[in-house]
C-alpha cells in the first residue's frame, strides 16, 4: 500500500545493486535517513501524522521482579536496600510506580521532617535510632558528578511535656528509650525553668529531652536523594496508577481443617497517566507502600475479601488523615537552640528557618478529625496569627497507631511498608531494609519486626504506641 502512493523516484537511493552482489540482489543503503524517510511519508498520507517509530519511554517495562506501588520516601527506601542487598548487580529488576511525579500531595514533601527516639515501644526506638545513623551518614545516596545532599539537619532535639496524670507514663518510656541506647534525660519544671527560661511551666509535671540524633531534617531533599540515588543503581520509574492485580489462587486446608484461600498476585496494571490505556507488568513480587491510599491497594488484591472475623476478611485498616502545619513570625520567640516542643495539650511547634518564624499545630481528637477529601487549611483550628499554612496525610493505622511490615499471610506476594501514623518518614530507612531483607532473606535481621506484621489484625493484638505527634 505504501508503495504505491510513493511519488516516483522516492525509492532512489534506498535499494540500490552494490558491486559483488549476486545479479538481481539488493542491499540497504541506509545513507538515506530514516528520519528524512519518516518526514516524507507523514507529507504523503492523509489523516493524522504517523510515527512509525513510537515512543515507549514512559511505559513501563513488560515484567520486573519487584512492583513498588508507591514512589515516596518509604517506597524508595524498600527500592534502595533491594538493590543494596540483592546478590550481584543487577540481579533483580525493580519497577516503582508513582502516581504523581510532582509529590504535590504526597505524605513526604508535606511533613514537618522530625525525626525523634522517644516512643513507648522498642521497635519504634530501635527504626530511629537506625535512621538516625542513616542520616548522619548520607554518603551512602552519594551519586557519581552528582551535588552532594545537605539533609539540612538540625540537631536540637524533642522537648515532650507531661502533666501529673502522664508523668508516670513518660517516666517509663525514657526508661525503656534508654535501654534501647537513646539519649534522653527526664527535667523536673525546676530544671526545665533554668534550661528554657522562655516556657511556661504551669501544668506541667515532667518533661523528657532528646539531647542526641533528634531534631528535623528537610524530607524533600532525602526524598530526591533517594529517588537519585535508586536510579543510578538500575531502579526503573513509571508514572502511573494501579488498577488491578492479576492473580491465581489455590484452596489450602490449615492444621485444625479449615479452608483458606492463598493468592499470588502474577501481573499488576498500570493505568498510564492522562490515559485510558493500562500497561500489564508480569512480576515475583508486590511491595504496597502506597501510604494514606495503601488500604484501596490491598482491597485491589483481595485482601479483606472474606467474611468478617475471618483472616480472609481482615481488612488493612489504613486511611487517610489530615493534619494541619501553621507557620507564624515571632520576633520575641525563643532562640536558635528552641527544641520541638510537644505540649501537654497535644500542640506542637519548632523553629523553621533564622527569621524568627515557627511551624506547629495539634493532634485534633476523634471528634475533630477533618474530612481527608482534600487538603485545604481550617485556618480556625489553631490560632488566628499565622503567616500560611499547608495540610498533608497521615497514613494512620486505626488500629494501634502503628506500621505495617511484611508479607500478607493468604495474598503471599504481597509485602506492605505502611501504616506509621506520622512517623513514616522518620523510620524511612529502617523499614526499607526490614522490608528488604524479608523479601530477598525470608526474615527479619536487622531489627525484630515481627510485632508489625498484618497477622495481629486478625488476632486482635495491639501493639498501641502512645507517643504520636
Request: hydrophobic share 35%; with cysteine; charged share 20%.
Amino acid at each position: 500500500m505504501i508503495r504505491r502512493v510513493l511519488p516516483h523516484g522516492m525509492g532512489r537511493g534506498l535499494l540500490t545493486r552494490r558491486p559483488g552482489t549476486r545479479r538481481g540482489g539488493f542491499s540497504l543503503d541506509w545513507d538515506g535517513k530514516v528520519s528524512e524517510i519518516k518526514k516524507k511519508i507523514k507529507s504523503i498520507l492523509p489523516g493524522r501524522s504517523c510515527d512509525l517509530l513510537q515512543d515507549t519511554s514512559h511505559l513501563p517495562p513488560e515484567h520486573s521482579d519487584v512492583v513498588i506501588v508507591g514512589g515516596g520516601v518509604l517506597g524508595l527506601s524498600v527500592a534502595y536496600w533491594l538493590k543494596k542487598l540483592e546478590s550481584r548487580r543487577g540481579a533483580i529488576r525493580v519497577l516503582v510506580v508513582e502516581r504523581d511525579h510532582t509529590y504535590s500531595q504526597a505524605s513526604t514533601g508535606l511533613s514537618v521532617g522530625g525525626i525523634c527516639q522517644q516512643f513507648s515501644l522498642p521497635e519504634n526506638i530501635q527504626l530511629s535510632l537506625f535512621s538516625a545513623s542513616f542520616l548522619r551518614n548520607i554518603n551512602y545516596l552519594a551519586v557519581v558528578d552528582a551535588p552532594p545532599l545537605d539533609l539540612r539537619f538540625n540537631p536540637s532535639g524533642y522537648l515532650l511535656l507531661a502533666s501529673e496524670k502522664d508523668a508516670a507514663a513518660m517516666e517509663s518510656n525514657v526508661k525503656v528509650q534508654r535501654q534501647e541506647g537513646a539519649k534522653v534525660s527526664l527535667m523536673s519544671p525546676d530544671q526545665l525553668r533554668n534550661k528554657f527560661p522562655w516556657i511556661n511551666t504551669e501544668g506541667v509535671a515532667l518533661a523528657s529531652y532528646g539531647m542526641e540524633d533528634e531534631g528535623w531534617f528537610d524530607p524533600w531533599c532525602l526524598l530526591q536523594g533517594l529517588r537519585r540515588k535508586v536510579q543510578s543503581l538500575g531502579v526503573l520509574f513509571c508514572q502511573g496508577e494501579v488498577t488491578r492485580f492479576v492473580s491465581s489462587s489455590q484452596r489450602m486446608l490449615t492444621t485444625d481443617d479449615k479452608a483458606v484461600v492463598l493468592k499470588r498476585i502474577h501481573e499488576v496494571h498500570v493505568k498510564m497517566d492522562r490515559s485510558l490505556e493500562y500497561q500489564p507488568v508480569e512480576c515475583a513480587i508486590v511491595i504496597n507502600a502506597a501510604g494514606a491510599w495503601s488500604a484501596q491497594i490491598a482491597a485491589l488484591a483481595g485482601v479483606g475479601e472474606g467474611p468478617p472475623g475471618t483472616l480472609q476478611g481482615t481488612k488493612l485498616p489504613v486511611e487517610p488523615r489530615k493534619r494541619y502545619v501553621y507557620v507564624w513570625h515571632c520576633p520575641q520567640g525563643p532562640g536558635l537552640e528552641t527544641p520541638l516542643v510537644a505540649d501537654t495539650s497535644g500542640a506542637y511547634f519548632r523553629r523553621e528557618g533564622l527569621g524568627s518564624n515557627y511551624l506547629g499545630g495539634r493532634s485534633p481528637t476523634e471528634q475533630e478529625e477533618p474530612d481527608p477529601a482534600n487538603l485545604e487549611v481550617d485556618h480556625d483550628f489553631f490560632q488566628d496569627k499565622v503567616q500560611s499554612a499547608w495540610a498533608g496525610y497521615y497514613d494512620y493505622n486505626t488500629f494501634d497507631q502503628n506500621g505495617v511490615v511484611g508479607p500478607h499471610p493468604l495474598v503471599v506476594n504481597m509485602y506492605f511498608a505502611t501504616g506509621f501514623s506520622g512517623h513514616g518518614l522518620q523510620q524511612a530507612p529502617g523499614i526499607g531494609r526490614a522490608v528488604a531483607e524479608m523479601v530477598l532473606k525470608g526474615r527479619f535481621q536487622t531489627i525484630d519486626l515481627s510485632p508489625f506484621l498484618f497477622t495481629r489484625f486478625y488476632l486482635g493484638e495491639k501493639i498501641q504506641e502512645n507517643n504520636i505527634i
